[in-house]
């Protein structure tokens, strides 16, 4: 049981930010939250993470509300390139397993 | 740097035979795992292992075998090849448990027939 949601698909505007919610209601103090992309039958590519602080780096920017129950992911400006599946994952402090939900299939749109 | 290596990238197999996916990373990792991904879905786990000679069963373990005698490798077996197995495989790894993420190979896709 993967223990996160999200929506099973998305369209975003080129050049517009696409907003991906995940949710994470059972997450506690100390597990971080994850997000990852897959391109086409790629591997799977590490986008960003964050504990209870919004992060950015060169790809994207997370946004973690305060309770830690959900998480955003912003593209802040899509391009076709970014057509992929996107997961939110938690790592667990109870197992070291590492679980994969469905994850969101992004369609950027000209 | 090389990363996470899978070897073959593409296999066709016969029902019943046997074959080893292997997986090697050079970056001292502790942590590593095996996924399977079928046409359209997500990705599942298969095995993992937190360091060298443990591992542990993932979501769908059955109709695979794992070993860790090295940091390095963690190779996945198949021993009798099965139609539903007929999947694109990775393998992943990290140096810890929580604060940090995931290396992906590029995958092995294999089909049984």
């Known amino acids: 049981d993967a223990k996160t949601t999200q929506p099973t698909s998305m369209d975003c505007a080129e050049g517009r930010a696409a907003n991906l919610p995940c949710n994470h209601s059972?997450?506690?103090?100390?597990?971080?939250v994850y997000w990852y992309r897959q391109i086409h039958s790629q591997g799977p590519q590490y986008i960003i993470h964050g504990l209870k602080n919004n992060e950015t780096n060169e790809m994207a920017s997370l946004i973690i509300t305060e309770d830690r129950k959900s998480s955003t992911l912003i593209l802040p400006h899509a391009t076709l390139r970014d057509t992929a599946v996107y997961y939110c994952i938690v790592r667990w402090t109870s197992y070291d397993k590492v679980i994969f939900g469905p994850g969101t299939s992004l369609s950027v749109i000209p | 740097n090389a990363g996470v290596t899978q070897t073959p990238k593409f296999r066709i197999l016969k029902i019943g035979q046997s074959m080893t996916l292997q997986c090697t990373q050079d970056m001292n990792h502790n942590y590593m795992y095996w996924y399977r991904q079928d046409p359209g879905m997500g990705l599942k786990l298969i095995y993992y292992s937190v360091g060298a000679g443990i591992t542990d069963k993932g979501e769908v373990p059955n109709g695979y075998n794992v070993s860790r005698s090295t940091t390095e490798d963690f190779p996945l077996r198949l021993e009798l090849a099965a139609p539903s197995q007929t999947s694109v495989y990775f393998c992943?790894?990290?140096?810890?448990?929580?604060?940090?993420?995931?290396?992906f190979g590029n995958g092995t896709r294999l089909t049984v027939t």
């Open positions: 059972t997450i506690s103090g100390n597990e971080y």
């Open positions: 992943a790894s990290s140096p810890s448990a929580y604060n940090s993420p995931l290396h």
